[in-house]
């Protein structure tokens, strides 16, 4: 009995590892895949790459990117919900160690300066807009989802300067759009005419909007103002 109990406990702990190290080789083989699409996708275009380029460039078949996506769309959203967990994770330390609303502003325009300037991500927001424009029956679909992502983690120096600003969603949504507007534009001018402006005017411009859309949350009538 107590030779069988050995036996199997060993297999079972085989078994454990072998489902562990699965597991592990399939995070891999997606997040290579997704690494390969964010550089299709900012090289060719999100219509113009194909599935097989995306899954040869990683080394990958077309059955290993079907097991992981559905399709280029999918690929597509895990991008950039990548994309959004890095920033917000970069995002908050930066917040925290500033102590007045004006150094968080400033220091959220200068991370937003910096992504700025990330060819490949500007490259990509671009292609995802384009791609929703020139399909308008997919519009909707792909901006709701888009949305829903940015919703995650909009305007995070709000979210931690006025918690109840999360409860209101519509507005939420608009204050994000209307920022990352502003953000699309700088950063595709930057790409266009990188000596146009200097570093400092684009965080000047980020700051200037910031300030003005936390300003309005804080001034709309009926909230409840909080001291900290």
């Known amino acids: 009995m107590k030779r069988d109990s050995k036996i199997s406990k060993k297999f079972g702990v085989q078994r454990v590892e072998a489902d562990a190290g699965k597991q592990k080789r399939a995070l891999l083989t997606r ?44 690929v597509f959203f895990a991008i950039f919900e990548e994309e959004l967990d890095r920033d917000i994770q970069a995002i908050r330390p930066l917040l925290q160690q500033v102590s007045t609303l004006e150094g968080r502003i400033h220091a959220l325009a200068e991370y937003l300066c910096r992504l700025g300037k990330e060819r490949q991500r500007t490259l990509l927001n671009l292609e995802f807009k384009m791609y929703a424009i020139r399909h308008p029956a997919r519009r909707k679909r792909l901006a709701d989802l888009y949305s829903v992502m940015k919703l995650r983690c909009s305007l995070p120096e709000i979210d931690e300067l006025l918690p109840e600003y999360q409860k209101q969603t519509q507005q939420r949504r608009t204050e994000s759009l209307a920022i990352g507007a502003v953000i699309d534009g700088l950063a595709i001018n930057q790409l266009f005419d990188p000596e146009g402006m200097e570093d400092s005017d684009m965080i000047h411009y980020l700051e200037l909007c910031l300030r003005e859309k936390i300003q309005a949350v804080i001034d709309r009538p009926g909230r409840v103002s909080k001291t900290r």
């Open 31 to 74: 997040q290579q895949l997704i690494q390969s699409a964010r550089a299709t996708f900012a090289q060719n275009g999100f219509e113009n790459s194909r599935i097989e380029d995306i899954a040869a460039k990683a080394g990958k078949t077309r059955g290993a990117f079907y097991a992981n996506f559905k399709d280029k769309e999918d």
